[in-house]
């Protein structure tokens, strides 16, 4: 009786036990070994196999497979494969890094607009970048943007933030 109800099941369970112990075997290896174990070559070996000859084309055949470089080739196609995806990582995160920097900067060129007569005339970029810098100034009470869909809450919400920075600085001034 099989151990579980689909055969290729305990052979998929013993490959990833052994990918997990033997992790630079390769598949092939592993299949090799389970049809070693499956046909029970080791008592052909020991019936059909006793001659010095068999051993030594057995020895010839391995040492030619060996010098083919298969495995070697192989092994190196992996490496490059794991390089390229390291360097395509740092590539985007280098990408990342560059648009939050010149985000900041075109943030930071705009600067804080506090008149309010200024901001309800504002179009909708404008506004979505005063409230961000304020969100960045570190106004914590700004709501996320998925909560204002229209460009009145978005007028509301500056104006909120725009008060509460200027009792900010109102309240610093007074403690100096």
């Known amino acids: 009786m099989p151990p579980t109800n689909n055969n290729n099941e305990s052979l998929l369970g013993q490959w990833c036990k052994f990918s997990r112990e033997s992790s630079s075997s390769t598949v092939d290896y592993f299949a090799d070994r389970?049809?070693?174990?499956?046909?029970?070559?080791?008592?052909?070996?020991?019936?059909?196999?006793n001659r010095e000859t068999d051993h030594t084309f057995l020895r010839q055949e391995a040492q030619h497979q060996?010098?083919?470089g298969i495995e070697k080739t192989?092994?190196?196609?992996?490496?490059?494969?794991?390089q390229r995806a390291v360097d395509?990582?740092?590539?985007?995160?280098?990408?990342?890094?560059?648009?939050v920097r010149k985000e900041k900067e075109r943030l930071a060129a705009i600067g804080?607009?506090?008149?309010?007569d200024i901001i309800k005339k504002m179009v909708d970029a404008k506004l979505k970048d005063q409230v961000e810098l304020h969100r960045r100034e570190?106004?914590?009470?700004?709501?996320?943007?998925?909560?204002?869909r229209l460009r009145a809450d978005w007028?509301?919400?500056?104006?909120?933030?725009?008060?509460?920075?200027?009792?900010?600085?109102?309240?610093?001034s007074l403690s100096v």
């Open 88 to 99: 395509e990582k740092l590539a985007k995160d280098a990408e990342k890094v560059e648009k």
């Open 155 to 172: 007028v509301k919400e500056l104006l909120a933030a725009v008060d509460r920075f200027e009792a900010h600085i109102a309240m610093a």
């Open 34 to 49: 389970a049809m070693f174990n499956c046909n029970d070559t080791q008592a052909f070996m020991d019936t059909e196999m």
């Open 66 to 68: 060996d010098e083919s």
């Open 138 to 148: 570190g106004d914590k009470e700004v709501l996320m943007k998925s909560k204002m």
């Open 74 to 82: 192989r092994r190196e196609e992996l490496n490059d494969h794991k």
């Open 112 to 116: 804080l607009e506090t008149d309010c």
